[in-house]
């Protein structure tokens, strides 16, 4: 008889790429509302806000950014952000990226670490989604100081990242 080891061990198993928020990730590129791509007119700003349909941004994730070298003053960010508030679930300043290790870094630090108490844990490597390493980075920095170990990869064929010395 073949004995399954893997299924058998003491081994928690934590996948990132379930954290990987769904479709609701939304960007505004601000280089849009620029005169000549480098000047933000208040005036024609305001309209834009004034008359934006916010509530397409009903429940999503919203990043803000400027793909141009513009700068950009930062009661523009603030105004964008009042607008957004009443719908968006997140706002964040910086690019799509930026949003999804943002969602990454609430979750892990929402996580209740003593789920993981004394455990030997795998965090998951392969995935189809782009986990932010980022996301590792944290995850390991929140487990270490309660499992017994972090391993990297698939359970079958893991990589050692930290073990809790024997005291």
């Known amino acids: 008889m073949i004995e399954n080891k893997v299924s058998s061990s003491s081994l928690l198993t934590l996948d990132l790429e379930e954290w990987y928020p769904e479709s609701d990730v939304m960007q505004i590129d601000i280089a849009d509302l620029l005169v000549e791509g480098l000047l933000l007119r208040e005036k024609d700003f305001r309209t834009f806000i004034s008359e934006n ?68 844990v795998v965090i998951k490597g392969c995935s189809k989604k782009s986990v932010p390493v980022q996301a590792y980075v944290q995850i390991t920095a929140r487990l270490s100081p309660v499992v017994k170990s972090i391993m990297y990869g698939e359970p079958c064929s893991t990589v050692p990242v930290f073990k809790r010395a024997k005291g």
């Open 53 to 120: 349909n916010w509530s397409q941004y009903q429940d999503k994730h919203v990043a803000l950014f400027c793909s141009t070298d513009a700068i950009i003053p930062r009661w523009a960010w603030m105004l964008l952000s009042t607008s957004l508030q009443p719908y968006a679930k997140t706002i964040v300043f910086g690019d799509a990226q930026t949003l999804v290790e943002e969602l990454y870094r609430q979750k892990i630090a929402a996580l209740n670490v003593e789920e993981y108490r004394d455990q030997r």
